[in-house]
């Protein structure tokens, strides 16, 4: 199915972070046009999910170039739920700032930015082939480093550079990789790749000398920027010292990024044939130990917005554990909990925000007593909490209830892992609850909507962001199955890439289709 409009999710935010340079100084008229953009880009891209979640593929060839030769950008199943649940949490992000983000840092070019890094978040979920998804990387990744640095602390500085200095080694060895694959097959576009290794798998040849090589690197690549084990340690500082709604924002977009990038590349390519035994045990080490230690670093802070930043890192372990399995079921399992991941952990850094905006602290034996201050921020957090543990009906149920069910049969280790994460998880969320909402009070009690200096500010816009999200969670898992259905449809697409190659290069479709003795 063609749709030339694709590129609009890419041109939209790009124009949008153009027209808010020129309005720098005018923050009124920049949040006007950027929630314009945002909640435009969701509506079409909510329409288009619709007209595709029975399994079909949209897509746009670039100049008209056809692939591989071209641009390709891809929008099915996989790419739709990402995109609708990124865009969601960038709005409620978004107005969240207008109450918390400082007057001085907004000035600071915080509009143009935030709609670069929705250029790069947009384009690395739609584009069709590994370069591109270098290049969305960068886009994304310039823009996060001038938001982690916006406030131009010391703290944000010193974080801010030990950032740049792992994703530039990291993009490094991508682009090279890159050029590896090119040389050893001669194409980078995803599905030509996915033609490549399934007409050698169907003729019984092997596939080059290096190609596991060359997946372990983009394994690599991908783990950096995912946060997997044992490449995780930059992520509990840098989302330390940044402004919380950039936090937020950081925590549900950038390492699922890196997660949907072996989600979409590793099924179809990259875990085929010898490089398949050498990945999945990879993914399969890694995910357990990104789950259970990562919760075990959670338990252990005492401040809320590392205990959350930690959280980000043990809740990608769910992820990796249904990629690992390689099956539709656990495939579509690890899509399912990224979507209500992403929604789920924003709301919960929102909610710290607006913590720490009335006690002043975000150290819990600075914070109690908020439950009978703040009834309403009570609730809020407690949902949220609730849906990160995993407490039926909400969101995070049943994703953990598919991956953990499937991981039974394939590791059955890892489900137990996940189990004994999930009850660490529910310590920790408690711990927040009793010493920051149900304790009484310990901290100086500030005045409603005041910061530690004592200036006071509306918080009506960041309560607004936080009920989108926690309305969307409680919505996510009462709509469980109807949200599933298109994540199996993505991982039947993952598993079986004959509608996808089909979609995208018709004419390579045919040596798959004839080879295999059919298709869909």
């Known amino acids: 199915m063609t749709n030339d409009l694709l590129g609009l999710l890419v041109v939209i935010p790009l124009a949008t972070s153009l027209a808010t340079v020129a309005l720098v100084r005018r923050p009124v008229p920049q949040r006007i046009l950027g929630l314009v953009s945002l909640c435009s880009m969701l509506v079409l891209a909510l329409s ?5 979640r029975d399994g079909e593929v949209m897509v746009s060839q670039m100049g008209a170039w056809p692939a591989p030769f071209g641009i390709t950008l891809v929008f099915d199943s996989l790419s739709g739920l990402l995109l609708c649940a990124g865009l969601l949490v960038t709005i409620a992000c978004y107005v969240h700032g207008f109450s918390m ?3 001085s840092t907004e000035r600071r070019y915080f509009h143009p930015l935030m709609q670069l890094l929705i250029v790069g978040v947009n384009q690395s979920f739609l584009t069709g082939d590994l370069f591109n998804l270098f290049v969305a990387f960068e886009i994304m990744l310039m823009a996060s480093y001038g938001l982690l640095a916006i406030g131009r602390t010391r703290r944000q500085m010193t974080q801010a550079y030990k950032y740049l200095l792992l ?17 050893m097959t001669g194409t980078l576009n995803i599905a030509d790749l996915a033609r490549f290794v399934a007409d050698r798998s169907n003729a019984g040849v092997p596939l080059p000398t290096g190609f596991t090589g060359l997946s372990v690197m983009l394994l690599v690549v991908f783990g950096l920027k995912g946060a997997f084990f044992p490449l995780w340690f930059w992520l509990p500082d840098t989302y330390h010292t940044c402004p919380i709604s950039i936090a937020a924002l950081f925590s549900g977009l950038l390492t699922k990024v890196g997660v949907y990038a072996v989600l979409r590349t590793f099924p179809l390519v990259f875990a085929a044939g010898d490089a398949r035994d050498v990945v999945l045990p990879i993914l399969a080490v890694s995910a357990g130990a990104t789950m259970l230690l990562g919760v075990l670093g959670a338990v252990s802070q005492h401040n809320v917005r590392r205990i959350l930043a ?17 099956t539709t079921v656990g495939l579509a399992g690890a899509l399912y909990y990224m979507i209500q991941h992403m929604v789920v952990k924003s709301s919960l850094f929102l909610c710290c925000g607006v913590m720490e905006r009335h006690a002043g602290s975000d150290d819990l034996d600075e914070i109690g007593g908020l439950l009978k201050r703040h ?13 990160l543990v995993g407490v039926p009906p909400l969101s995070g149920f049943f994703g953990k209830l598919v991956i953990i069910r499937a991981g039974w049969t394939a590791n059955w280790w890892l489900s137990a892992i996940g189990l004994v994460t999930g009850w660490l998880t529910l310590l920790s969320m408690l711990k927040i609850w009793t010493q920051g909402f149900w304790s009484p009070e310990s901290g100086p009690r500030m005045n409603r909507g005041g910061d530690a200096s004592g200036r006071v500010r509306c918080l009506r816009a960041a309560h607004t962001g936080i009920g989108i999200l926690v309305v969307a969670a409680v919505l996510i898992g009462l709509a469980a199955e109807p ?20 979609a995208v290069d018709p004419l390579a479709a045919g040596s798959v289709l004839t080879a295999s003795g059919g298709g869909g």
């Open 310 to 326: 930690v959280h980000v890192i043990s809740q990608v372990g769910y992820m990796v554990f249904g990629i690992s399995m390689m």
């Open 167 to 183: 994703n530039l080694v990291a993009s490094t060895v991508f682009v090279i990789t890159a050029g590896l694959v090119y040389g």
């Open 483 to 502: 949200i599933y259905d298109i994540a199996f449809h993505a991982a039947e697409q993952l598993t079986d890439p004959t509608t996808y190659i089909r």
């Open 48 to 52: 288009w999910l619709v007209r595709i």
């Open 101 to 103: 983000v400082e007057p």
């Open 375 to 387: 009834r309403w921020l009570g609730v809020a957090f407690f949902v949220a909490a609730l849906s």
